[in-house]
């Protein structure tokens, strides 16, 4: 490759024996050894209630003096309940939440106990609407976040990188998929997932399974949309302490929009360049103070910069909300989205660079090519609190049927004069049961305070995959295409070879855990959990009759510390381990193998800073070690044996930064620098070798500047060097800059008009690839025009 990693892994090395000195520098904090926080302290702690006495998780809580001393805020957890440790003196504290009226108190605290308040926030009136124009700054931060430890913290107090896409980044950009709000999470990027799947390498780890919906597995290969996302929620390193198994390098949740008691009527309509049409609702409407219902649809048809391909997708996410009481709320939702699309492998690839053929150049028979997947989802929350426990209980429901039929491009031959092409079918219809129960409570040890969790989790997943061998004029399963005319009109036939799959999976998993988040003092945290999981595993090769089981008992620890010299900065190191059973992320195959085989193991090491650097502006900086043991490998003296003695390891340093730099000035982005490599030889790669589709260098900033209350501009620059296709490291896809750039016009205080530009200097560059021969091309020069309006 062209840049070289040794000497930065270097450097990454010695900050992670700095992380080692970190945990030894901070111990005497927790066992007491520094000096108590001063005497003039005290606590002020309160609930957060509406009208009705229910409480309002995620009311902003702001404490300002009135006098020298620093600014505080905290996040209401899910009973509404917040702490605030302050110096003894007047203060104002100021709570707010999106809906309801601001409510302000004036307090003298003393030094000494907790003095408690209630604070019952008022509903915004009913004329209240949220407007579209330019005068307020676009809001690109999320102060505070569940998914992490399943309680509501503020993301400077949670001890691990996370990166978060708010809804106002994704509009501003007009996002349509996973793979355009990975562009600005550093350390993330997509991969082709054989373009008919979402797919992304978090930290040098790829997975098509590691994705989430409201904190629940949603695993299935398939393209998901963003039209109902609240926002985005990547949490990086393993996660299996609160996901369970998988998550090696991180997961990506998608937060829905839920029905709540603002109204809301907006309509998005958007179109550009390739016959770009796109069709977007979102309509809230609440019954009184204890219904509300809301619908999110979505239609696109949509055509490409390449030749033949094209989409049609639609979808309708319907969600309702009961406040059943001043102690229970009950959330369901359902949605149906279905999503049809040319299949297309990219281009191929010649001496160890993309093929030198049009970007838009088609490989095989585009009328039996195609892609579908059509997603049934039900979910049911019920919220509760009892005593002083909060009771959580979500239930989801998934049927996934989909499907892709493809020709594949192979090796070029020496003359560049021909292409080797295949073809197959594949079929995957998936039924997920899940079920989460979770209890939190918040008690006192002394001057230790605790936010305690303790959860079951429960599901069940049966599969069936299906997979045909393409034969040309029913008897080749290879032919050669012309290099510069790869399309086809060959007659091919599809049917079963003698390796094909058709088998029945059935998965089922218990999980238990438990979590303490300890407030040592108000400078020292701590979060240390366990989990159990229990996945059992049981195969049926519907060809030969034959049954496999295979059954792993994981045990994931999680251990923080972090550490506040100010209360705007946080300084943390973590540790997690997470396992991914031998079948496999999409668990689509058990042999006898492999059935012997276990788990594999992720191990990370992880410190960082975090700094809300004014109230709107959010920075974080990590370094991280994140080891893959237990990789297989094949037995040097028997290729028939499995060995389990392959790794793999990346060492990497990311930045991120959100929010408002001015009031005028709002930016979104980060660098990343990874260098993930084999450490000893697997079955598919050599020990040093470098894995595939990670950049040892990555930047993004999007920028949003207003000019005038009613106009703003966008100017977004992506950057990242070059990276291998492969694990062989023999063919390279060349890193690349590319400037995006935005305009947004209030037309009323209802009305926006945005234009966005993709590649502005129409940049020739290859976003990513499945393997050697499969390598996708960016799109040229394009633009994307939109009409938002609320009414």
Do not use: C
Not at 272 to 293: E, I, K, M, Y
Not at 313 to 338: C, D, K, W
Not at 419 to 430: G, I, K, M
Not at 546 to 572: M, T
Request: charged letters at 20%; a neutral charge; hydrophobic letters at 35%.
């Amino acid at each position: 490759m062209a840049d070289n990693g040794s000497p930065i892994r270097a450097l990454i090395s010695t900050a992670f024996a700095l992380t080692v000195l970190l945990f030894g520098a901070l111990a005497p904090l927790a066992n007491g050894q520094i000096a108590n926080p001063s005497e003039d302290t005290g606590v002020v702690r309160g609930k957060v209630l509406d009208p009705t006495g229910a409480p309002i998780a995620g009311a902003r809580i702001l404490a300002i003096p009135d006098g020298p001393h620093p600014r505080s805020s905290a996040i209401s957890g899910q009973n509404g309940e917040f702490s605030l440790p302050l110096d003894a003196g007047k203060y104002t504290i100021d709570v707010t939440a999106d809906g309801f009226k601001k409510e302000s108190k004036s307090v003298r605290l003393l030094a000494g106990p907790a003095q408690t308040y209630e604070f019952v926030l008022q509903l915004a009136p009913k004329n209240y609407t949220v407007t579209v124009t330019e005068s307020a700054a676009p809001d690109y931060v999320e102060p505070s976040i569940s998914s992490a430890t399943k309680t509501l913290t503020p993301l400077r107090d949670v001890p691990q990188s996370v990166s978060v896409v708010t809804r106002q980044l994704m509009q501003d950009q007009l996002m349509m998929s996973i793979a355009d709000v990975v562009n600005y999470v550093p350390g993330v990027t997509s991969h082709q997932g054989e373009n008919n799947r979402d797919q992304v390498v978090i930290r040098g780890n790829s997975s098509s399974a590691d994705f989430f919906l409201d904190g629940i597995r949603d695993d299935v290969q398939y393209y998901r949309d963003l039209y109902n996302a609240d926002r985005i929620e990547v949490l990086k390193g393993p996660n299996a302490m609160i996901f369970g198994r998988g998550g090696g390098g991180g997961v990506v949740n998608r937060v829905t929009k839920e029905a709540g008691f603002v109204p809301l009527r907006e309509i998005t309509v958007d179109g550009g360049s390739f016959a770009d049409r796109r069709f977007t609702t979102d309509f809230d409407q609440p019954v009184g103070n204890r219904l509300a219902f809301r619908l999110n649809g979505v239609y696109e048809a949509s055509n490409s910069f390449r030749d033949f391909v094209n989409l049609e997708r639609y979808g309708v996410n319907p969600t309702m909300s009961i406040v059943a009481g001043r102690q229970t709320q009950i959330t369901l939702g359902y949605e149906h989205f279905q999503d049809y699309r040319m299949a297309d492998r990219g281009i191929t690839s010649f001496q160890g660079r993309p093929a030198d053929v049009p970007i838009s150049t088609f490989y095989g028979d585009p009328n039996d090519s195609h892609v579908r997947a059509l997603v049934n989802i039900g979910s049911v929350t019920v919220e509760h609190q009892v005593g002083g426990f909060d009771l959580h209980n979500r239930t989801l429901f998934g049927n996934y049927d989909r499907g892709y039929q493809n020709f594949v491009p192979g090796v070029v031959n020496a003359a560049k004069t021909l292409t080797d092409l295949r073809a197959y079918n594949n079929a995957t219809n998936r039924f997920n049961i899940f079920n989460q129960t979770y209890a939190t409570y918040t008690a006192s040890t002394g001057r230790f305070r605790h936010t305690l969790l303790a959860g079951f989790d429960a599901g069940r997943q049966v599969t069936d995959n299906f997979r045909n061998t393409g034969y040309f004029n029913n008897t080749a399963t290879v032919i050669q295409v012309p290099y510069l005319d790869p399309v086809i009109s060959t007659p091919t036939i599809f049917r079963q070879s003698a390796t094909d799959a058709n088998n029945h999976i059935a998965a089922t998993v218990s999980a238990g855990y438990v979590q303490d988040q300890i407030d040592l003092s108000r400078h020292v945290q701590v979060v240390a959990g366990l989990r159990f999981d229990h996945f059992d595993l049981q195969y049926l090769n519907n060809r030969t009759t034959e049954r496999l089981r295979r059954i792993d008992n994981l045990l994931s620890p999680r251990a923080g510390l972090v550490f506040k010299p100010a209360g705007e900065i946080s300084i943390y190191t973590s540790y997690s381990v997470s396992y991914l059973p031998s079948s496999g992320d999409q668990f689509a195959s058990l042999t006898t193998i492999t059935q012997q085989v276990k788990p594999e193991k992720f191990t990370n090491y992880e410190a960082g800073v975090k700094w809300d650097a004014t109230r709107r502006l959010f920075v974080t900086t990590s370094v991280y070690r994140l080891n893959r043991t237990n990789t297989r490998s094949i037995d040097p003296n028997d290729p028939t044996r499995i060995l389990q003695t392959g790794s793999q390891r990346t060492n990497g340093f990311e930045v991120g930064v959100n929010g408002m730099v001015t009031p005028a000035w709002t930016v979104a982005g980060g660098y990343a620098y990874q260098d993930a490599f084999v450490t000893s030889a697997t079955a598919s790669a050599r020990a040093g070798a470098q894995v595939a589709q990670v950049p040892h260098n990555s930047f993004s900033l999007w920028n949003n500047y207003r000019v005038h209350p009613r106009v703003g501009f966008g100017l977004g620059v992506l950057n990242r060097s070059d990276m291998f296709a492969g694990i062989d490291n023999t063919v390279n896809l060349p890193g690349y800059a590319r400037a995006d750039g935005a305009i947004f016009l209030s037309l009323t205080e209802k009305m926006r008009f945005q234009a966005n530009v993709e590649n502005l200097f129409n940049q020739r560059y290859f976003l990513n690839a499945d393997s050697n021969t499969n390598i996708s091309p960016g799109a040229p020069r394009s633009i994307r025009l939109a009409l938002v309006a609320r009414f």
